[in-house]
């Protein structure tokens, strides 16, 4: 972003806060109280935990859309409200185990284990078990723990994140902050690469930012994957973590140390090991193929309405989960119940200034179905049936909200990634707070939301997220557990302040002529290249 450009934005800010000074009303104010109403909807017993392909899925993409349809916004995929997510949901037999030499561990206590793979039945019959480190191949950092080993077939052991958290050295990957080497997702995705039969990622809680509880709520129940026209037979078969303890017992059995494994896999020159154990294992899956839907909605620019900017929150949880003692329902109020609000708050808030004064460019709402198991709906929107990703100037994404008191401050995932960063400040220091760094980078955030399908496809975002950040109780205790639950006692202040902050991003996007580049070379950087930004 040059000076001039630069000089463009402070006007367009100062002229949006001069404009909002002279017609505000009632109708220009954030309603804590429709932000309240919101939320105990979408997060109440009867939306059931808006699981994807559930009977609350229904009842929570039909209040979207005539929430949207009342404020008189458009259905944004070619005037529909829903955009059609073909998937399949799977469910994995909970009595499996794992055996390994004379050790057996069950499902969910011990390990995890299920399959993106359209296939009801895999196994794995003696597979040979190789411990290769960290599970990455990254040329731009001369690191290659599958150098002169041969996996395929075979069931390998990683280790969660990338050496650089483990050492907080700086100067080793990005040091403290997480890489997305170091995420689960491209663990799999890489091992699937080497033709690996199946991967178990050693599970820590500080270097993998959640408790073993999180692991096992998030694997355990149904998931659900897109459908190639292989029945994603490229996928990896077996996606696994096992407990830190388990690791340690399997690594006794061969004669070595969890301790020592590590230590050596930080290294460049790191060689997989092989463990001269196999792995037993027999997944079986239920599966069934049906229909989910994002939720598109569209406020049309006047005179470059192809140009737009996105605005998004998941709209699902995890549903409920039937137990022996009887069904579980995880509402997910905070996540991301908040955001959903917030989405319709901002809408409610945009189209508002629209009617007086019309954007020159189109204002996409995006709620996505089926984050919670691999930001599934942005995956598909992103390969830009419903809009060209060329077309798209920037996400704005929103990933759980504050709902206390409001803060001095707002939280920017990732640094020097991209010039969006700069709106951000300006409209932060409008509301006189400052721009505050994640404050847990080793937790990859930047890599685990909606924004991120996007970025993959070369479109520069924002993630807007608090969880846990004004309540320290918050992840260990209610993230992804049915404790997530509304109250009436939330003061909602934070998400005033940040629905007001991205309003008015949103509003100086939409009514200039600036393309956010991204700053760093980068995958990213290139993809948006190709589609000539």
Known sequence: MNKKSILIVIATFLSSSCSQNVTLNHTHQVNLASIHQHIKQLASDEFAGRGPLSEGEKLTTRYLAEQYHAMGLTGGNKG??????????????????????????????????????????????????????????????????????????????????????????????????????????????????????????IHETAAAAYPWGVVENSNSGSKYTLIDDKKNATKLPIMGWIQQEVAQQIFTQAGLTLASMQQQALTANFTAVPLKLTANLHLKTDIEQAESNNV????????????????????????????????IIYNGAIDNATGVAGTLEIARLLMAKHKLHPFKRSILFANFTAEETGLLGSELFAEGTAIPTKNIVAILNIDGMNPLDGVDYILQYGNN??????????AANAQRRTVKLDPRPQNGLFFRSDHFSMAKQGVPGLLFMSLGDTDPDYISHRYHKETDDYTPLWSLAGMEQDITLITDIATTLANNNDWPQWKQDSDFKQRRAEDGR
């Open 417 to 426: 990634l991209s010039e969006l960063e700069h709106y951000l400040t300006l």
């Open 296 to 327: 598109l909605a569209l406020i049309k620019g006047s005179e470059k309405p192809e140009e737009t900017i996105v605005i998004s929150a998941h709209w699902d949880h995890f549903g409920t989960k039937q137990t022996p003692s009887g069904p």
């Open 80 to 201: 529909h409200y829903l955009q059609a997510v073909p998937m399949a949901k799977l469910t994995s037999d909970q009595s499996m185990q794992l055996t390994v030499g004379d050790l057996t561990f069950n499902a969910g206590t011990d390990f995890t284990a299920r399959t993106q793979q359209i296939n009801t039945d895999i196994q794995l019959d003696k597979s040979e078990l190789v411990f290769v480190g960290y599970g990455i191949n990254a040329p731009q950092y001369q690191w290659n723990d599958y150098q002169d080993v041969d996996v395929k077939g075979k069931t390998v052991i990683v280790l969660v994140n990338d050496p650089g958290f483990a050492t907080q050295d700086p100067q080793f990957f990005t040091g403290n902050a997480m890489t997305y080497y170091g995420r689960w997702t491209y663990k799999y995705e890489e091992a699937a690469r080497q033709g690996a039969k199946a991967v178990l990622i």
